[in-house]
T-cell receptor
Framework: DGGITQSPKYLFRKEGQNVTLSCEQN?????MYWYRQDPGQGLRLIYY???????QKGDIAEGYSVSREKKESFPLTVTSAQKNPTAFYLC?????????????FGPGTRLTVT | AQSVTQLGSHVSVSEGALVLLRCNYS??????LFWYVQYPNQGLQLLLK??????LVKGINGFEAEFKKSETSFHLTKPSAHMSDAAEYFC???????????FGAGTRLFVKA
């Protein structure tokens, strides 16, 4: 079955530690995205990538970093510089052209930093 | 710049009643439009999409939405609410010439027994 996987589902870290969230897709999509979701709020775009080895900052990129070394993978690192990292993180992917540009989402990773 | 507005952060209906979730967009040209549903602690799932074909779009779980260009609206409806419809719903817009998607703030639907 094609889809997007995120791991782990729940992640706990101590303040001051960097942590990397995994995102893998086998949908052959060119574009991948990372969103942050806080309680009662919508989706905020952190980073996105349209092609391998290239990515752009979204609306709230400070304190985060990404890489896109393979088409299938788009890991997100939450650095110690992120002031309030506790949140629900969603990864998504999509085509970049044509009429099928809807985004497909992974199940999410809930990060708790104490 | 494109934007999307969802009227009402919370909507409450009785089981069996009509569900109406409102979405308005702003765009210089008709964009692609989407409705997504999110259940607690899960990712978003596509309910339906408008891509300039039929203006009345049918989706999964009995939902449908109508694209009205004159009103720049794309409201989501379901004739009869079920308890399992309780979730958060997001309207989204994507330009026909681009690929980034703009999401609305979401509407949480409560279904009362």
């Amino acid at each position: 079955d094609g889809g997007i996987t995120q791991s782990p589902k729940y992640l706990f870290r101590k303040e001051g530690q960097n942590v990397t969230l995994s995102c893998e897709q086998n949908l052959n999509h060119d574009a991948m995205y990372w969103y942050r979701q806080d309680p009662g709020q919508g989706l905020r775009l952190i980073y996105y990538s349209q092609i391998v080895n290239d990515f752009q900052k979204g609306d709230i990129a400070e304190g985060y970093s990404v890489s896109r070394e393979k088409k299938e993978s788009f890991p997100l690192t939450v650095t110690s510089a992120q002031k309030n990292p506790t949140a629900f993180y969603l990864c998504a992917s999509s085509h970049v052209s044509g009429s099928s540009k809807e985004q497909y989402f992974g199940p999410g990773t809930r990060l708790t930093v104490t | 710049a494109q934007s999307v507005t969802q009227l009402g952060s919370h909507v409450s209906v009785s089981e069996g009643a009509l569900v109406l979730l409102r979405c308005n967009y702003s765009s210089s040209v008709p964009p692609y439009l989407f409705w997504y549903v999110q259940y607690p602690n899960q990712g978003l799932q596509l309910l339906l999409k408008y891509t300039s074909a039929a203006t009345l779009v049918k989706g999964i779980n009995g939902f449908e939405a109508e694209f009205k260009k004159s009103e720049t609206s794309f409201h989501l409806t379901k004739p009869s609410a079920h308890m399992s419809d309780a979730a958060e719903y997001f309207c989204a817009v994507s330009p026909t010439g681009g690929f980034k998607t703009i999401f609305g703030a979401g509407t949480r639907l409560f279904v009362k027994a």
